[in-house]
């Protein structure tokens, strides 16, 4: 949970709320509760952020507040494609030394998302808990591919779904290709591997299974920030609602998580999120149907 | 029709046989016949080539054969990406004068493909044809956009389906996001928009109505030189097979398209395109259906 600072070609925000695990609990907390949130923030997150989310079914027990210090800061800037951009400046704050503790309460949750964060961190929450989730899910970028590799590449045994981008998943297999890619992946520990490409949508691999989720097509991406978070959070909370951890339910998943980035893109950080309701999200869901569903007779 | 001479990071060809007209021709001759070709070649083109495609319904009367001058060539070469490629030399030879004859057998075409190529020619083929097509399809590129837009926007008016790809796209409409792209050039005359992404797919644009076609992933892809081209060949060799110009029909045929064009992509040249038949197309559809097939009950 974080503060952000965001220039697009399109406009440029304050210092805004923003976070993985932020994005995560908007956005899953739409079809699953309770939440058991697992953060740090400073003295100067407002409290009334945590209170929004708890009101949205979200336990913050388990996130820290040292309130004696900030809370992590990102600013970035986007290209013109609105998939590349800059990272301005970063203060760790809070992050720096960040331990997390799992709260006793916390030890029944049966589905885990680990959003992006130093693997030894996620590893830690991992080891915390006594009984192992049904699933475990986890994000990462290419940042500690380069600084943290043995870290992640044990932490990538203990988990069931990985979630990266194209250039990630590259980066981490070392081939171009991203089904070489996938399969080297899926060779180093996890059974599910996600490849999220931005606006070109998402491919789950599994076995020698594929399936691929487009992106909706959207007039306007307004700012991207938040967006690979959020569909993380549909994806979690459409599992945790169903209980489901099939190849054919993660299906489904995937395509919740793209309907629910394809919120998240509209406005300016997790805005958009806090706007949306039910009817919203099966309305956009309805969209994905007719945007991908077609008839077909073999030749 | 063409000759072509292809650099890849994987490998490079000789001069092959190449040109829209060509690889629309194999991938349409799967799925209906007649096909009556119009192009040109040079005395320096392989007559069997003409056979072969004689052998598969392809009518080439409207081929004309001019003994004593050379075929079209074109050389270049694909970036490490395969998206993006530099033209190392291109030789016009016969379509520096091409005049398009429209045979008197082919009066009777119901559907037109107009493969890439200066839209005064395209013009001519339509303006010779006395009777209407039930539809018009065409492709077109970025070069003409840039010498000859006077005469293409001219073309736009007079066809059913452009076909583009997301920078032409882009350039034509003088807007990034394809949404927007895609509402402007809908308002410059064709009803139906398909704007291919390369590896990331198609959208298959009508009124407010949107389609998505995901390109399927690839181990290799070995030369996408006539991927396009080949899918514009499923793509109308399904649309006159079934006779049926709907937008629901549109999307079966683009995904046609799709399967053909992974076959192109996986040898150089023509050469998997002569390999193939109906199980092999068959079972290429059969992946795209598990690709993007889900299901789903609405939150």
Redesign the interface.
Known sequence: MAFDAIETPFGKSDKIIGGAGTYIAWSAS??TKPIKQISVVGGDFPKKQLRALEERGVVVEGVQIKENEKTFFWSGRYH?DMNTRDTLETQLNVLGTFEPVVPDSYQDCEFLMLGNLAPSVQISVIRQLKKRPKLIVMDTMNFWMEIALTDLKELLTMIDVLMVNDSEARELSRE?????A?NKILTMGPKFLIIK?GE??A?LFHNN??????EL?????FDPTGAGDTFAGGFIG?IA?TKDISF?NM??A???GSAMASFCVEKFGIQRLTEIG?TD??AR??E?????????D??
Request: no cysteine; glycine share 2%; net charge neutral.
């Open positions: 739409n079809f013109m171009y290709s991203l089904v070489k996938a490409k070109h949508g491919l299974h594929v399936f691929f989720a487009p097509p959207l007039e306007e991406v459409h609602k054919e299906k489904t995937i395509i919740v039910k999200i099966d869901l309805a994905f149907v007719q945007l991908v569903n077609f008839d077909i073999l030749v």
